[in-house]
């Protein structure tokens, strides 16, 4: 099945067209940049530049910044509160024209590495995070997905702990590896208190330089670096659509 997957990230809406069946892009992403947070009218209108840009007419995938729940957006972080309890699925469906499904960006990006990528035939625990604007987190136990868990709001010193150790906050403190490292492995000691992973899979735009810092981080959990870079959201967002 074809269908465009789309992932909204904190500084761009990317969008490609999927072969959901072998999980490859069928053309070169699409990429238009925003700033978070990001009204809503300007998210959408980069949603219809995507689905104009291929001439899409078929289903449209969306992995989504913050909950959602049949569609529906609930709490939304980077992104901003302007998208909070709208109807995700039929504003996206009317500014692409096509029909559209709603996921959360870190349960796509984990869908598309346990099916294609770094998580691919576990059974056992396997805790996808992403790191970018914000922190996502994706749990699978069986291969099954549990929808929406928020890692990246565990509350820290009275702020979520993504303000903290997110890729943003690396920039944002102009952080070398180690120091930001450091500041992961604070998180990730926090996670592992809270769930048990047998597997941590690190994805988001920073996992393509994880020869470089991978090596900082001390789990409990054999930790390993997505597979498929930062085409996991598109693929995931696509999977969802194409499964529901
Ligand atoms: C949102 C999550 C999202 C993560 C990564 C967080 O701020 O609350 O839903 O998965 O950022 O984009």
Not at 153 to 158: A, D, E, F, T
Not at 201 to 215: D, F, H, K, N, P
Request: charged residues 20%; contains cysteine; hydrophobic residues 45%.
């Amino acid at each position: 099945m074809r269908v465009l997957g789309i992932d909204i990230g904190g500084s761009a809406f990317k969008g490609a067209p999927v072969d959901t069946k072998t999980g490859r892009l069928l053309a070169e992403p699409h990429r238009v940049a925003i700033t978070s947070p990001c009204p809503v009218a300007t998210g959408l209108a980069a949603a219809r530049e995507i689905a104009r840009h291929f001439a899409w007419r078929g289903p449209v995938g969306i992995g989504f910044p913050g909950i959602v729940r049949d569609g529906q957006i609930g709490a939304v972080g980077n992104l901003g509160h302007g998208w909070e309890n709208k109807n995700g699925a039929a504003l996206f469906r009317r500014a692409t024209g096509c029909k559209s499904y709603l996921v959360n960006d870190a349960d796509a990006a984990g869908l598309a590495e346990m099916r294609f990528g770094a998580g691919r035939g576990r059974q056992d625990a396997v805790l996808m995070l992403t790191f970018g604007t914000g922190i996502g987190s994706a749990v699978f136990h069986r291969g099954q997905l549990f929808p929406n868990v928020e890692f990246g709001h565990i509350p820290w010193y009275g702020e979520p702990i993504e303000r903290y150790a997110s890729a943003a906050a690396k920039t944002r403190g102009r952080l070398s590896w180690p120091s930001w490292c450091k500041r992961v492995n604070v998180y990730l000691r926090v996670v592992e208190r809270l769930v048990s992973p047998d597997l941590i899979i690190i994805g988001g735009g920073v996992s393509a330089e994880c020869e470089t810092w991978l090596r900082y981080l001390r789990t409990d959990a054999e930790i390993v670096p997505a597979r498929m870079n930062n085409d996991a959201g598109i693929v995931g967002a696509a999977l969802a659509a194409g499964a529901s």
